[in-house]
């Protein structure tokens, strides 16, 4: 297993109080697998994105559980430890790409400063691989002396993700990786990462609120919601037969453009407050097919034919 | 009929550097509308769909005249409103409003709700007092913020962005327009409330008569609420027809590229897959030709040379793709 993340919690220490942003999460992961994780704003995925890497902002703290990347776990490793694992082992590619490249370097320059901050190889050394890492991600070579304002937003993606598999990880997270770019472009980003995982058996966690292309791209799907892992099975098993209500309400609400004369649901309500979650389940607020014990206590986790779901409609 | 746009163009002049100004007098232009016609009835849905780049907010805001054309025919409710004044345009606001996509920024966060959506009354001469106020909390209650005397006196800040954008829809639609442009408003609203939102722009375009022309990215969203769509490319229409005609029968290769790109919750199935290279080329050089065809699968040698002209291949389906001609 390349990926374990066991019982993980993170919790925000702010003004009006603590907010439990990622609670009790478990899940492993294989190698050249692809996981989505998929949820509303404020459902905790990015934050379980970031704590993953053991790189959750102040006031955020890994409160409890593990993370352990081919057995060794990154929740008690120090920062110099910790540096050499992010970047060669797992890297992280954002939804905005202009935030994370320096607009006064040139996009080669980028890819050969990932490379030389990891390895000891020489500057001419490190450009070759640059280029062909350019080459690898659908950039012609003559842009490596590009600024970043000088390229699209695919592409500039496309310099990111050559950032990220520069240094060979074994895991790369992307969290909402295509939110900004349009579907054809969004398309091409994604048969890229396919491609890296079949060519380099990189593993991918792709973090997005967009459960249709989870659906399409994921083998599996961890489903979120207030911070709480609700659903995680196989990406077919979601499509064919989601188990928890939030999931399959979701379903419902997303628009299907292969279906004639469809009819939209929204889930009534909206997500809760953090700060004030409501007892019991957190989704039973909106949840259609709630009872009585839903407001009273927390859901257990359950597995139901080798799938997780937590849900009281799964027995205690 | 409500809206007929002909031959509609806005070309955004590109500052020159120093030495270029030295070196030419030649002026370069960002085409970003380049030649649309379209036309829209009372109570329609007409949604324009395209990526970023493609002309479709500036068509928008040319609509409603938020921006001067650079040529080409406005005509609104039967009356030229191409290059009226905005002193003359002025009575006219109040049948044509605008919902933007940001419900965070298109809110003055120090107005209260209920003065947010009172002020075009005001504006507009329509109410004043008790009876604008008893307007909006009417309004308040259609667009589902209840109990409306609570979400009348509180702020922007304290509401989420679904609760925003209805607020932003109440303020549209206190005029009772006959035109709304909507310009992507569900594309920053969670998913588990984007129908709800949807669902209730749908409500009061029958309470209302109204119409929209709907802005948006998402070919799927356009599918669920229009009567008709209109395919942009680089500041052209690629294709338009009746929704049932566009999903059944697409006919440009580039609606062809766009459908099959699109994630569906399906997994398993196998789509016939168009794939582009490429992105949508910038609006200052556009290519000769056919404006698609640095990236159309199926080019051939006239692509590259002459532009195809929008042509009705069946009735109310239009294509502009030499492959028709």
Same mark, same amino acid.
């Given at each position: 297993?390349?990926?374990?993340?066991?019982?993980?919690?993170?919790?925000?220490?702010?003004?009006?109080?603590?907010?439990?942003?990622?609670?009790?999460?478990?899940?492993?992961?294989?190698?050249?697998?692809?996981?989505?994780?998929?949820?509303?704003?404020?459902?905790?995925?990015?934050?379980?994105?970031?704590?993953?890497?053991?790189?959750?902002?102040?006031?955020?703290? @890994?409160?409890?559980?593990?993370?352990?990347?081919?057995?060794?776990?990154?929740?008690?490793?120090?920062?110099?430890?910790?540096?050499?694992?992010?970047?060669?082992?797992?890297?992280?590619? +954002?939804?905005?790409?202009?935030?994370?490249?320096?607009?006064?370097?040139?996009?080669?320059?980028?890819?050969?400063?990932?490379?030389?901050?990891?390895?000891?190889?020489?500057?001419?050394?490190?450009?070759?691989?640059?280029?062909?890492?350019?080459?690898?991600?659908?950039?012609?070579?003559?842009?490596?002396?590009?600024?970043?304002?000088?390229?699209?937003?695919?592409?500039?993606?496309?310099?990111?993700?050559?950032?990220?598999? $520069?240094?060979?990880?074994?895991?790369?997270?992307?969290?909402?990786?295509?939110?900004?770019?349009?579907?054809?472009?969004?398309?091409? @980003?994604?048969?890229? +990462?396919?491609?890296?995982?079949?060519?380099?058996?990189?593993?991918?966690?792709?973090?997005?609120?967009?459960?249709?292309?989870?659906?399409?791209?994921?083998?599996?799907?961890?489903?979120?919601?207030?911070? %709480?892992?609700?659903?995680?099975?196989?990406?077919?098993? @979601?499509?064919?037969?989601?188990?928890?209500?939030?999931?399959?309400?979701?379903?419902?609400?997303?628009?299907?453009?292969?279906?004639?004369?469809?009819?939209?649901?929204?889930?009534?309500?909206?997500?809760?407050?953090?700060?004030?979650?409501?007892?019991?389940?957190?989704?039973?607020?909106?949840?259609?097919?709630?009872?009585?014990?839903?407001?009273?206590?927390?859901?257990?986790?359950?597995?139901?034919?080798?799938?997780?779901?937590?849900? %009281?409609?799964?027995?205690? | 009929?409500?809206?007929?746009?002909?031959?509609?163009?806005?070309? +955004?002049?590109?500052?020159?550097?120093?030495?270029?100004?030295?070196?030419?007098?030649?002026?370069?232009?960002?085409?970003?509308?380049?030649?649309?016609? +379209?036309?829209?009835?009372?109570?329609?849905?007409?949604?324009?769909?395209?990526?970023?780049?493609?002309?479709?907010?500036?068509?928008?805001?040319?609509?409603?005249?938020?921006?001067?054309?650079?040529?080409?025919?406005?005509?609104?409710?039967?009356?030229?409103?191409?290059?009226?004044?905005?002193?003359?345009?002025?009575?006219?606001?109040?049948?044509?409003?605008?919902?933007?996509?940001?419900?965070?920024? $298109?809110?003055?966060?120090?107005?209260?709700?209920?003065?947010? @959506?009172?002020?075009?009354?005001?504006?507009?001469?329509?109410?004043?007092?008790?009876?604008?106020?008893?307007?909006?909390?009417?309004?308040?209650?259609?667009?589902?913020?209840?109990?409306?005397?609570?979400?009348?006196?509180?702020?922007?800040?304290?509401?989420?962005?679904?609760?925003?954008?209805?607020?932003?829809?109440?303020?549209?639609?206190?005029?009772?327009?006959?035109?709304?442009?909507?310009?992507?408003?569900?594309?920053?609203?969670?998913?588990?409330?984007?129908?709800?939102?949807?669902?209730?722009?749908?409500?009061?375009?029958?309470?209302?008569?109204?119409?929209?022309?709907?802005?948006?990215?998402?070919?799927?969203?356009?599918?669920?609420?229009?009567?008709?769509?209109?395919?942009?490319?680089?500041?052209?229409?690629?294709?338009?027809?009746?929704?049932?005609?566009?999903?059944?029968?697409?006919?440009?290769?580039?609606?062809?590229?766009?459908?099959?790109?699109?994630?569906?919750?399906?997994?398993?199935?196998?789509?016939?897959?168009?794939?582009?290279?490429?992105?949508?080329?910038?609006?200052?050089?556009?290519?000769?030709?056919?404006?698609?065809?640095?990236?159309?699968?199926?080019?051939?040698?006239?692509?590259?040379?002459?532009?195809?002209?929008?042509?009705?291949?069946?009735?109310?389906?239009?294509?502009?793709?030499?492959?028709?001609?």
């Amino acid at each position: 297993m390349l990926l374990e993340v066991e019982d993980l919690h993170v919790h925000y220490y702010t003004k009006r109080g603590v907010v439990k942003a990622v609670e009790g999460v478990s899940f492993n992961l294989d190698r050249s697998e692809v996981m989505g994780i998929v949820g509303e704003s404020g459902s905790g995925k990015s934050t379980l994105g970031l704590a993953i890497m053991n790189l959750v902002p102040s006031p955020g703290k @890994i409160v409890k559980g593990s993370v352990k990347l081919d057995g060794k776990d990154l929740t008690k490793m120090s920062e110099k430890e910790l540096k050499e694992i992010r970047g060669k082992e797992i890297a992280m590619v +954002f939804q905005d790409p202009m935030t994370s490249l320096d607009p006064l370097m040139r996009i080669g320059d980028h890819i050969v400063e990932a490379i030389m901050a990891h390895e000891k190889i020489s500057k001419e050394e490190a450009k070759k691989r640059a280029l062909e890492l350019l080459d690898e991600v659908g950039i012609s070579k003559d842009r490596f002396n590009d600024y970043p304002h000088q390229l699209s937003g695919g592409m500039r993606q496309r310099v990111m993700i050559a950032m990220a598999v $520069s240094l060979n990880p074994k895991l790369i997270i992307a969290d909402e990786p295509t939110t900004a770019l349009d579907v054809i472009v969004q398309d091409q @980003i994604m048969d890229l +990462f396919s491609r890296l995982r079949k060519e380099f058996g990189i593993a991918i966690i792709l973090i997005s609120h967009d459960l249709a292309l989870e659906l399409e791209v994921a083998d599996k799907i961890a489903v979120m919601y207030a911070s %709480w892992l609700m659903e995680l099975s196989n990406a077919s098993d @979601i499509a064919r037969e989601p188990l928890h209500p939030y999931t399959k309400e979701l379903l419902k609400a997303i628009p299907n453009v292969e279906l004639e004369d469809q009819e939209l649901l929204s889930i009534p309500g909206s997500p809760p407050d953090l700060h004030e979650p409501p007892p019991g389940c957190r989704f039973n607020p909106r949840c259609l097919n709630k009872m009585p014990i839903c407001e009273e206590k927390e859901p257990p986790a359950k597995i139901v034919s080798g799938r997780f779901v937590k849900c %009281w409609l799964y027995g205690r | 009929m409500l809206l007929e746009v002909k031959n509609l163009k806005k070309y +955004f002049p590109v500052a020159k550097t120093f030495i270029e100004r030295l070196l030419t007098r030649e002026e370069r232009y960002v085409k970003a509308v380049d030649g649309i016609s +379209f036309s829209m009835e009372e109570g329609g849905v007409f949604s324009l769909v395209g990526e970023s780049g493609s002309g479709k907010t500036t068509t928008g805001k040319l609509v409603l005249r938020l921006i001067d054309p650079t040529a080409g025919q406005i005509t609104f409710q039967g009356r030229d409103i191409t290059s009226l004044s905005q002193k003359k345009l002025r009575p006219l606001r109040k049948h044509m409003q605008i919902i933007y996509q940001d419900p965070y920024a $298109s809110l003055n966060p120090r107005m209260r709700v209920g003065e947010a @959506i009172m002020d075009p009354l005001l504006i507009h001469k329509i109410a004043e007092g008790e009876e604008a106020k008893n307007m909006v909390l009417e309004m308040l209650e259609k667009v589902g913020l209840t109990p409306p005397e609570v979400f009348y006196d509180s702020y922007p800040a304290y509401l989420s962005g679904g609760q925003r954008q209805r607020v932003a829809i109440a303020r549209a639609m206190i005029t009772r327009p006959k035109l709304v442009v909507a310009d992507e408003p569900v594309s920053m609203i969670d998913v588990s409330l984007r129908a709800s939102i949807l669902d209730l722009m749908m409500d009061l375009r029958k309470e209302f008569g109204l119409a929209y022309l709907f802005i948006t990215h998402d070919l799927a969203v356009a599918k669920y609420i229009s009567d008709k769509i209109a395919i942009m490319y680089l500041g052209k229409i690629m294709e338009m027809g009746k929704t049932r005609d566009l999903f059944r029968d697409p006919l440009h290769p580039y609606t062809k590229a766009l459908l099959s790109a699109i994630p569906v919750p399906t997994p398993g199935k196998s789509r016939e897959r168009i794939k582009l290279k490429g992105e949508i080329p910038s609006a200052i050089d556009i290519p000769p030709g056919c404006r698609f065809h640095t990236r159309c699968p199926m080019r051939f040698d006239l692509c590259d040379k002459e532009e195809p002209q929008l042509k009705e291949m069946k009735p109310g389906h239009f294509v502009a793709c030499h492959l028709y001609s």
